[in-house]
């Protein structure tokens, strides 16, 4: 009830004083008497909302960062050529981008098996593992081949 009477009243006696008084800002306060709160409140309710939001884009920077070096790592890896935005990325969030741990695992494991494959061992197993009789007739078919081309050749 007494907001009525302010509201009725409060506009007609503002004319009246004919504007003597300094008024806010309608903005600021609408604002926080629209909130329920004192300006002071309203001040600080807008800092912790600034903090808040400052955050999020640090974290989402970071997460751009993380997805800018897995994508870098794996064109390394298969020799693709490098993106210019992801390296950007990788800077702007500075040196505490890091893998996450699940992808760091799996690469890991990649990385051993290709040095597995890579060594001398893997390479006998993969002999091993080879169908001889196979081999031996690609190895016919191509000696049978050279023999034809040197027969054909004007030189020999």
Not at 109 to 112: A, H, L, R
């Given at each position: 009830m007494a907001f009525m009477v302010k509201h009725m009243v409060g506009g007609q006696l503002k004319n009246l004083t004919g504007g003597l008084t300094e008024e806010k800002p309608e903005a600021e306060k609408?604002?926080?008497a629209a909130q329920g709160m004192t300006q002071e409140e309203f001040e600080q309710y807008q800092q912790q909302l600034e903090e808040e939001k400052q955050e999020r884009e640090a974290h989402y920077a970071q997460?751009?960062?993380e997805r800018a070096t897995v994508r870098s790592h794996f064109r390394d890896k298969y020799r693709l050529p490098k993106n210019e935005l992801d390296e950007t990325q990788i800077q702007q969030a500075g040196d505490d981008v890091v893998l996450p741990t699940d992808l760091?695992?799996?690469i890991a494991?990649?990385?051993?098996e290709e040095?597995?494959?890579q060594s001398v061992l893997g390479q006998?197993?993969?002999?091993q593992n080879m169908d001889m009789d196979q081999l031996k007739d690609k190895a016919q078919a191509t000696l049978?081949?050279?023999k034809k081309q040197t027969e054909n050749c004007s030189l020999m």
């Open positions: 609408s604002d926080a997460k751009k960062a760091a695992k799996m494991e990649d990385n051993q040095a597995h494959k006998l197993s993969n002999i049978e081949d050279l």
